[in-house]
């Protein structure tokens, strides 16, 4: 194996002028918690390593009463969950952002590299997916922001193109009685990949749930949207047969698969009992309020 | 490539010449003899590479030692005083109370709880159980580590001064 060569971009600009000189045979690090196994197993082996640990711009957690929240990628786990404003703000964020990996790992780790390195189960994206996040990439040919759910394309792949670079996350303003949870079923209480990951966030008003929304994660190809069980309870007084439907819904939704961590058959199973147990909490938590 | 790394370890800057993709914690054991600094997992799942970079518990393992030039870093060997050997208290707590039994998680778990203290000079047990959570040890000697630490803080914030 050639070893890679190493630079270091000092702004993003200067990561996508290296970047529009390697293509595809250039990696970025970030954290490196996920590249660096990605080298070890030989799985990636990139001509030019390109580090961006030096960018400072994309370190920040910006909020505007009415713009909302923007997290620039390369803002660690860490800070993240640790963040009293995304703690009392978006709280579903930072207590996922809590549970990923270990204490070392999330100094390390950013937000950016956990939706870039796009593994199914990503801890920080199905918060976001049910936040209305959006990604907002930076190319040659300027800026753009989509949607966090059309960012994943599938295992390890985003809509990134060999120009782009993730740079943003922008998270609307929360609705008041909205409330929302994520739960992550693990192997183990220490460390470790979801087996399932599930963020459910609703808007109650007066016992009627105005809005819901439920994104689940490592039992797809993508972190996901289950909308055919946001659909049955959105708009509707909370009972629980609808709940129940709404639970075996997003099982159906799921499209798991068998691996070391889990078979496919209890993810599903999973899938509805942690949805169930999202939406309570989400209830509760956003008539708490 | 193998480029000319300038590393600043435990206070004292070590020029020493490795690959792009070696990891910190091969280099502080193979190339500069911190053997300190243990190797497991090699995979970020045990804590035992923990060094502080920066004064934060980051795992050596999954660092490219290249990314952590012009760092402050802190192995195991640097926490005793340079001149009177006199322990630090978290490793004093260790000794007094058995915190290791086989010993290879030890300089990861005391490391990490030393970036403990200085952040939150008096944490309950459960805040030890957290920050030590991505530390194993299969010794499973977790309730006397947490002891040690526990007992470290004491220590620290009554202001002992290491008498050894």
């Known amino acids: 194996m050639t070893l890679p060569k190493y630079l270091t971009a000092g702004s993003v600009e200067e990561a996508l002028s290296?970047?529009?000189?390697?293509?595809?045979?250039?990696?970025?690090?970030?954290?490196?918690?996920?590249?660096?196994?990605?080298?070890?197993?030989?799985?990636?082996?990139?001509e030019c390593l390109i580090c961006l640990g030096e960018i400072r711009e994309l370190d920040f957690i910006a909020y505007d009463e009415i713009k909302g929240l923007r997290v620039g990628a390369l803002t660690t786990i860490l800070n993240v969950a640790n963040s009293s404003l995304i703690q009392s703000k978006f709280s579903i964020l930072a207590q996922a952002a809590g549970m990923l990996g270990t204490p070392a790992i999330r100094n390390q780790a950013t937000l950016g590299g956990n939706l870039c390195n796009a593994a199914p189960s990503a801890d920080t994206a199905p918060p976001l997916l049910v936040l209305g996040a959006k990604a907002k990439t930076t190319g040659v040919e300027g800026e753009k922001v989509v949607?966090?759910?059309?960012?994943?394309?599938?295992?390890?792949?985003?809509?990134?193109?060999?120009?782009?670079?993730?740079?943003?996350?922008?998270?609307?303003?929360?609705?008041?009685?909205?409330?929302?949870?994520?739960?992550?079923?693990?192997?183990?209480?220490?460390?470790?990949?979801?087996?399932?990951?599930?963020?459910?966030?609703?808007?109650?008003?007066?016992?009627?749930?105005?809005?819901?929304?439920?994104?689940?994660?490592?039992?797809?190809?993508?972190?996901?949207?289950?909308?055919?069980?946001?659909?049955?309870?959105?708009?509707?007084?909370?009972?629980?047969?609808?709940?129940?439907?709404?639970?075996?819904?997003?099982?159906?939704?799921?499209?798991?698969?068998?691996?070391?961590?889990?078979?496919?058959?209890?993810?599903r199973q999973l899938v509805a009992v942690l949805t169930k147990r999202a939406i309570t909490q989400a209830i509760q938590q956003a008539e708490g309020r | 490539m193998m480029p000319e790394l300038m590393l600043k370890i435990n206070g004292a800057k070590?020029?020493?010449?490795?690959?792009?993709?070696?990891?910190?914690?091969?280099?502080?054991?193979?190339?500069?003899?911190?053997?300190?600094?243990?190797?497991?997992?090699?995979?970020?799942?045990?804590?035992?590479?923990?060094?502080?970079?920066?004064?934060?518990?980051?795992?050596?393992?999954?660092?490219?030692?290249?990314?952590?030039?012009?760092?402050?870093?802190?192995?195991i060997e640097g926490l005793a005083d340079p001149v009177t050997g006199r322990l630090h208290p978290i490793q004093k707590a260790f000794v007094e109370h058995s915190g290791m039994q086989c010993g290879v998680c030890t300089?990861?778990?005391?490391?990490?709880?030393?970036?403990?203290?200085?952040?939150?000079?008096?944490?309950?047990?459960?805040?030890?159980?957290?920050?030590?959570?991505?530390?194993?040890?299969?010794?499973?000697?977790?309730?006397?580590?947490?002891?040690?630490?526990?007992?470290?803080?004491?220590?620290?914030?009554?202001?002992?001064?290491?008498?050894?």
């Open chain 2, 14 to 75: 070590y020029e020493v010449k490795a690959v792009t993709t070696a990891t910190l914690a091969e280099v502080l054991r193979e190339e500069l003899g911190f053997t300190g600094t243990k190797m497991m997992c090699n995979e970020g799942e045990c804590g035992a590479c923990t060094v502080l970079i920066n004064g934060k518990p980051m795992l050596s393992c999954m660092t490219l030692a290249i990314d952590a030039q012009n760092k402050d870093i802190l192995t």
């Open chain 1, 147 to 267: 949607p966090l759910e059309d960012f994943f394309v599938g295992p390890g792949q985003t809509i990134l193109g060999q120009d782009q670079l993730l740079t943003e996350i922008q998270i609307p303003n929360m609705l008041p009685h909205s409330g929302g949870t994520y739960l992550k079923q693990k192997r183990r209480q220490g460390a470790d990949l979801a087996v399932v990951g599930v963020a459910a966030w609703v808007v109650m008003e007066k016992g009627v749930l105005k809005d819901v929304k439920i994104a689940l994660g490592a039992v797809a190809p993508t972190p996901i949207r289950a909308r055919k069980a946001e659909e049955i309870l959105k708009g509707r007084k909370f009972d629980q047969g609808l709940l129940e439907k709404s639970g075996l819904a997003a099982s159906d939704e799921a499209k798991p698969i068998d691996d070391i961590r889990s078979s496919a058959d209890y993810r």
């Open chain 2, 107 to 164: 300089p990861g778990m005391i490391l990490t709880a030393k970036a403990l203290l200085d952040e939150n000079p008096d944490p309950t047990e459960e805040d030890v159980r957290h920050a030590l959570s991505g530390n194993l040890c299969r010794c499973g000697n977790y309730r006397r580590i947490t002891e040690c630490v526990l007992d470290a803080a004491d220590r620290i914030r009554m202001g002992e001064k290491d008498d050894k």
């Open chain 1, 18 to 46: 290296l970047l529009s000189q390697y293509g595809e045979k250039a990696k970025f690090v970030s954290g490196g918690t996920d590249l660096l196994m990605q080298l070890k197993r030989g799985e990636a082996a990139p």
